[in-house]
């Protein structure tokens, strides 16, 4: 399950400015931002909690893997390594969208993807992975966490709850 802790720090590592900010200076921020950047932050906010959860997952399996410093590093988002060298990079997406994935498949052919569970069913290749996290528990994780906080049901979270499928 994703805490959270886990979303704050997802925030904090996908905007500098936000560093060092409590929990409330994260939520006071979200529920002035325009409506119309809602669905962007939320996007690149799960793209970011995925990177950290992957990387979680694959620590716990005995895997050395680790996520780039910069959350705009070119083509890959995370590496792994065996005996100090590194192995392989790969590309997290964290989508239900098959169409996406496509498309950066399109883009970089010889990179090797990670996906949501939702996603990787619809993929027979050596080059997608299943990351066995749901799209939809990041979501809902985003959606949760930043919504709970928000007193107001007409604040821009309830955008994300009502972009994302959760109820309000």
Do not use: C
């Not at 895997?63 to 910069?70: G, L, R």
């Not at 988002?77 to 997290?92: K, N, T």
């Not at 399109?106 to 027979?124: I, K, L, M, N, W």
Request: aromatic content about 10%; charged content about 20%.
């Amino acid at each position: 399950m994703i805490t959270e802790l886990e979303v704050f720090e997802a925030v904090r590592r996908g905007y500098l400015e936000f560093e060092t900010a409590s929990n409330t200076e994260i939520l006071d921020y979200f529920s002035a931002i325009d409506e119309g950047s809602v669905a962007g932050h939320a996007s690149h906010i799960k793209g970011i909690l995925f990177e950290q959860e992957y990387v979680d997952l694959l620590v716990t399996q005995g895997v050395e893997a680790q996520i780039f410093e910069a959350t705009n590093h070119p083509v890959t988002d995370i590496s792994i390594w065996e005996e100090g060298d590194v192995v392989v990079e790969l590309q997290l997406k964290a989508t239900e969208s098959a169409s996406y994935v496509n498309a950066a498949i399109e883009e970089y052919p010889e990179v090797e993807f990670v996906v949501t569970s939702e996603v990787a069913v619809g993929f027979d290749s050596d080059m997608v992975m299943d990351s066995g996290i749901e799209n939809a528990a990041l979501e809902q994780a985003v959606g949760d966490t930043l919504m709970d906080e928000v007193i107001n049901p007409l604040s821009p979270f309830s955008v994300i709850g009502w972009f994302i499928g959760l109820p309000l």
